[in-house]
């Protein structure tokens, strides 16, 4: 680690929360960090396998089991369908995991190594606020909605299709094909639970899991699926065109917009603790006056805009420097100027 008078003018330097590393350092740090990422991704994406093998190989033996014996009852099959959709829920669990991961990897391949390619050659702190936020809060980038019909359409939709065709060929073809339909409906009886009940919560259980496929169709937030970082037809993203001169932008970002915050500090040494917060947290401070009415004293505060990210780091700075300061942390409705969101791009 370097301080800022020990490096030469000419070179790069990364700066962030008042830390100052050379490219190299910097790079090196980014690197170990992406290879950590892929295989904590690579990990989950094995656990993932590893559900739809246990899927695929219960479905076969179970299917195996019901025709290769005549006389076996056919809801040992339902017994399987249920199995199965036991590992896609698990299996949804799993892919949430997976993406959580898969987040920061693809968030560090389209904004910190595809920005070293595109002007003005650098990513940029919208990209590294989202990173931090998501190593110092984790949280699921996709819902678990996504999470299920996403696995559901692209395998388990299939198998519990196959299931469904085998329950039914059982129930026409054994142990003799069926003459008519009511005698399909006695053979689906299972138990006290008479064959009309089974095959209506078979039907409504084969069109809730439609319906959940086809609802989650437009949600779109898994990263894992490897999405394009620029839309083919849409030029505005274009890095060469309109973000040439304001650099590359966050396309990544979490779900929720990233929590944003107001700090106010009644304190005795307003000088100092402005002077880290600027120094440190390179956040912009504002002071004001005001008076105590129990007291009758004069005190200075002071307000700060700050992400979730920078909370503790407010609040290391102003416990060193006067712990007996009065801080008030709440949370902002949306924040515009230098440092957040362009005032300029909320007017449009």
Partial sequence: ???????????????????????????????????????????????????TNWAVVATGASISLSFSQPNAHHGI????????????????????????W????????TDFYAAMLVPPFHPSPEWAESLAENLLLPSFPISMWEAFGRRLRRNYLAILVI????????????????????????????????????????????????????ATMGL?????????RYGADDESKNPFQKER????????????????????IITEK???????ILGNLKRG???????GMYTGSERSVLMCALTVTEIHSLKATIAEEDPQAFVIVSPAQEILGRGFNPLKDAAD
Avoid: C
């Fill in 1 to 51: 680690m370097s301080t800022e008078s020990e490096l030469p003018p000419e070179d790069s330097v990364w700066t962030y929360r008042g830390y100052h590393l050379k490219t190299g350092e910097f790079v090196t740090a980014m690197v170990h960090l992406f290879r950590a990422e892929v295989q904590r991704a690579n990990v989950w994406r094995q656990r993932l396998d590893a559900t």
């Fill in 245 to 264: 001169a304001e650099g590359v932008k966050s396309w990544l970002h979490p779900n929720k917009r990233r929590s944003q915050f107001l700090a106010i």
């Fill in 77 to 100: 099959i339902i017994l399987n369908i249920l199995l199965v959709t036991l590992f896609l829920f698990i299996e949804a669990r799993r892919y949430r995991y997976y993406e959580l």
């Fill in 220 to 228: 779109n937030k898994a990263t894992g699926e490897v999405l394009p």
């Fill in 163 to 214: 299931l469904g065709m085998s329950w039914v060929g059982k129930g026409f073809l054994f142990p003799i094909p069926a003459t008519s339909w009511g005698e399909f409906v006695s053979r689906s009886a299972i138990a006290s639970i008479s064959g009309q009940v089974v095959i209506a919560m078979g039907a409504i259980y084969y069109g809730f899991l439609v319906i959940v496929a086809i």
């Fill in 270 to 276: 307003p000088e100092k603790i402005a002077k880290n």
């Fill in 285 to 291: 401070v504002t002071a004001m006056q005001g008076k």
């Fill in 102 to 109: 898969s987040y920061r990897i693809r968030l560090m391949e």
